[in-house]
Structure formats: C-alpha cells, structure tokens
C-alpha cells in the first residue's frame, strides 16, 4: 500500500528557510516521479516542483523557480522540497505525490499524472 507522509512545515518569517520532508513506503521510489504540490485556502492545487524517476530532471513553477529544490533519496525512500527566500505568498498547505506511470519518460507536473498523496503540511510565511 502507498503511504506518503510530509513534514518539515511551520511557522516562518519572510526570508526564511524551511525543508520539507516526504518519506515513501510501499513502491520503489526509484521507479517512480514524484512532485509537490500546494493548496491555499479558496484556491486551487497548484503545481510547486517534480523530480522524473530517474532523478536528472526536474521542473518548478514560475512562482518558485530559483527559490525551491526538490530531490530524492532512493535509498531512503524520501523526497525533499528545500525552500529558501519564503514569502508570505508561500503560505499554504504542502502535498507530496506520486506519479502513477513507473518511469514515465518526461517529468510530470499534471495533478492528472499523480495518483497518491499525502495529507500534506502547513506552511506559513509571517510578513
């Protein structure tokens, strides 16, 4: 069975730095995509960044290019989202997902290409 877990959230001021952390069980991480997504209050999931299965290709949103890392640790089935330079904008709710095609050839960043989440963390950014 797929579990994801995210952690890492909290409270921040502008500026600051935070890495979340999602740890992976029940499918061979190394197989599969994986991404992160955000959701605020009233508004839609929005796609943050991906990391295709084999790890040498990633992509990000606009909104936090330069800014956000994502990365994968295949042996210890973890996905990171380090997130430098926070803004109050960044406040939302963070999701770690999994893409549903193993090795899929290009890095996803369609909601429709991930089929398991997690419960996500809260991230909030003070000004």
């Known amino acids: 069975q797929v579990q994801l877990v995210e952690s890492g959230g909290g409270l921040v001021q502008a500026g600051a730095s935070l890495r979340l952390t999602c740890t992976a069980s029940?499918?061979?991480?190394?197989?599969?995509?994986m991404g992160w997504f955000r959701q605020a209050p009233g508004k839609e999931r929005e796609f943050i960044a991906a990391?295709?299965?084999?790890?040498?290709?990633?992509k990000y949103s606009d909104s936090v290019k330069g800014r956000f890392t994502i990365s994968k640790d295949n042996a210890g089935n973890t996905v990171y989202l380090q997130m430098n330079s926070l803004t109050p904008e960044d406040t939302s709710v963070y999701f770690c997902?999994?893409?549903?095609?193993?090795?899929?050839?290009?890095?996803?960043?369609?909601?429709?290409?991930?089929?398991?989440w997690g419960r996500g963390t809260q991230v909030t950014v003070s000004s």
């Open positions: 997902t999994k893409d549903r095609q193993r090795r899929r050839s290009y890095t996803p960043t369609e909601t429709r290409d991930f089929n398991s």
């Open positions: 029940g499918f061979p991480l190394s197989q599969f995509a």
């Open positions: 990391i295709k299965w084999s790890g040498d290709s990633t």
